[in-house]
C-alpha cells in the first residue's frame, strides 16, 4: 500500500472510521474464517478497523467492514468460501474474496442465492475504483 494512501482515502469521507484493530484481532478473524488477509489489507485494518456507519454517501457506496462483521457475515455463510470485505450499494452487494481463486469479487444478491464474478486483480485495485 502505497505510504498511507488508502487510509487518507477514507479518512476524507463523510462518514466515520473506527479505531485501528490490532495485529491479535486480526489473526483471530484470519484463524475463524481460515483465510489470511494480503499485507496490504493488513495494514489498512491496522489504521482502521473498518467504518462505523453505513451511512453511504451518493459518491461511495462502500462500507469496508469491521473485523467483527467478516467474521459474523463469513460464519452466517455456512463454510462458504467468499469472504466478504466490503458492503456495497446498500447491502445488495458484496466485495471480497474467494477461497483458493486469485482476484476480488462481487457478489450480487441475497448472501443465500447470489452469485459471484471476478471484478478486479486486487482490493487496491477495487478501492482505486470505488473511491477516485
Known amino acids: 500500500m502505497n505510504n498511507l494512501k488508502w487510509f487518507n482515502k477514507f479518512k476524507n469521507l463523510e462518514f466515520g472510521i473506527n479505531l485501528p484493530s490490532s495485529i491479535k484481532e486480526i489473526k483471530e478473524v484470519e484463524r475463524i474464517i481460515n483465510f489470511g488477509f494480503s499485507e496490504e489489507l493488513i495494514q489498512l485494518y491496522l489504521l482502521m478497523n473498518g467504518q462505523n456507519t453505513r451511512e453511504y454517501t451518493n459518491q461511495h457506496l462502500c462500507y469496508?467492514?469491521?473485523?467483527n462483521e467478516i467474521k459474523e457475515i463469513y460464519i452466517s455463510l455456512d463454510?462458504?468460501?467468499f469472504i466478504p470485505?466490503?458492503?456495497y450499494a446498500?447491502?445488495?452487494d458484496y466485495v471480497g474474496f474467494?477461497?483458493?481463486?486469485?482476484?476480488?469479487f462481487f457478489?450480487?444478491?441475497s448472501l443465500l442465492?447470489?452469485?459471484y464474478y471476478k471484478a478486479y486483480d486486487t482490493i487496491e485495485d477495487f478501492f482505486e475504483w470505488a473511491y477516485k
Do not use: A
Open 90 to 92: 446498500f447491502g445488495c
Open 98 to 104: 474467494i477461497r483458493n481463486r486469485e482476484g476480488i
Open 64 to 67: 469496508l467492514l469491521p473485523m
Open 113 to 115: 442465492y447470489g452469485e
Open 107 to 109: 457478489y450480487e444478491g
Open 85 to 87: 470485505i466490503v458492503d
Open 79 to 81: 463454510k462458504n468460501d
